[in-house]
Every structure is written in structure tokens, then in C-alpha cells.
């Protein structure tokens, strides 16, 4: 549910520490509720989460958003983007106080020609995606919306963020009607 990469980041943390004049990697911060890239927009700099979490979000055409997941350090923004050379695919907003490694393009580049372990750990991200993304797809098919509704209760106790009715209703991929009956229902068994 909140995924991190600890090993990514000790080795980034490394790459910045190890520059002579901190162009390549800066430190950026960012305030709860402010966005780090927005959908469909150019992608300027890839970036490593240093410390607190966003939600990576995509909105339809519908206008209704669906919260892909929640990142925290160690998760890497902007690379497909970068790889690609794409417009964002999806917008990440800042929960907490959010503090990245943003990393220039350029750079970004030469370390995916010379840099065989900044490779090793990229590839991980992909796989762990995708492992993720269907472990989540077969979890909302297989259990109800209570018991995934529980899980995401209990990252935001672990986490002790506050997470809203309609980041939560977004995140389960239900109105926030649905969401607001799974919770009575939740509360009506606990009694």
C-alpha cells in the first residue's frame, strides 16, 4: 500500500553527497497538498522521494480520479516520463511535507548509459510495479471493499497520516457513496 525503497535511496543519497557541486542532484521541499508533477505536463527533472509521502493519481476523462498508490522514500518520480520522453502520465501530490532528490534529465541519462547499479535498482522498481499492480488488481477482485477499505485504515494509523473520504474512495476505486456505506457497515459489525 505505501511503497518505499530504502536501497535506492542510500545509493542516491550517495550519488549527491559524492558531486563537487550539487548541480546535477538538488534537494527540492514541498508542502502538504502541493504537486510535484501534474498529469499531461512536461516532466522537467526526475526525482527520488527523500522523505514523506505522495499519491501518484490519475484523472479520466470523466474528470474522476483513480489513486494508483501512495509512495514514500526511495520511490522514484518521473523516469518513465523521462525514458520515454512523454508528457506526465499520471499527477503526484504531496500528503505530508515532502522533501526529493531531484535529479536533472541530462543526468538522469548519462546514469542510465555508464551506471550498471543505477540500472539494477531502476529494473527492481519496474518489477516490483507490476508486481504490485496485479497483486493489488487481484485483491480488489477477490475481497470485498470493507476488507481493502481496512487495509488502507491501517496504513493511515501505521503512516499516522490523514487520509480523506475521497483520496480513500479514489484509492478503492468507488464513489465516495460507496465508501461512506462500507464504512457504516464497518462500524455497524463492530458494534
Do not use: H
Not at 518489477?127 to 480488489?140: C, D, V
Not at 480513500?168 to 460507496?178: F, K, N, P, W
Amino acid at each position: 500500500m505505501l511503497r518505499t525503497n530504502q536501497s535506492f535511496l542510500a545509493y542516491v543519497s550517495d550519488l549527491y553527497e559524492k558531486q563537487n557541486r550539487k548541480e546535477d542532484i538538488i534537494v527540492r521541499s514541498f508542502e502538504a497538498g502541493e504537486l510535484l508533477v501534474s498529469q499531461n505536463e512536461e516532466v522537467n527533472k526526475v526525482m527520488l522521494l527523500r522523505e514523506g509521502i505522495v499519491k501518484c493519481s490519475l484523472t479520466e476523462k470523466n474528470r474522476k480520479e483513480y489513486i494508483l498508490e501512495f509512495s514514500g522514500s526511495g520511490e522514484i518520480i518521473g523516469e518513465l516520463e523521462s525514458i520515454r520522453e512523454v508528457k506526465a502520465l499520471c499527477t503526484i501530490e504531496a500528503l505530508t511535507a515532502v522533501k526529493v532528490y531531484s535529479i536533472s534529465i541530462p543526468y538522469f541519462r548519462k546514469l542510465l548509459k555508464e551506471d550498471i547499479v543505477f540500472n539494477w535498482f531502476l529494473l527492481n522498481v519496474f518489477a516490483e510495479r507490476i508486481s504490485n499492480t496485479s497483486s493489488r488488481a487481484s485483491y480488489q477482485q477477490l475481497y470485498t471493499v470493507e476488507e481493502s477499505l481496512n487495509r488502507l485504515l491501517e496504513l493511515q494509523s501505521e503512516q499516522d497520516i490523514k487520509i480523506s473520504k475521497e483520496n480513500m474512495a479514489a484509492y478503492l476505486g468507488v464513489s465516495v457513496r460507496s465508501l461512506n456505506r462500507s464504512l457504516k457497515s464497518m462500524l455497524n459489525k463492530d458494534e
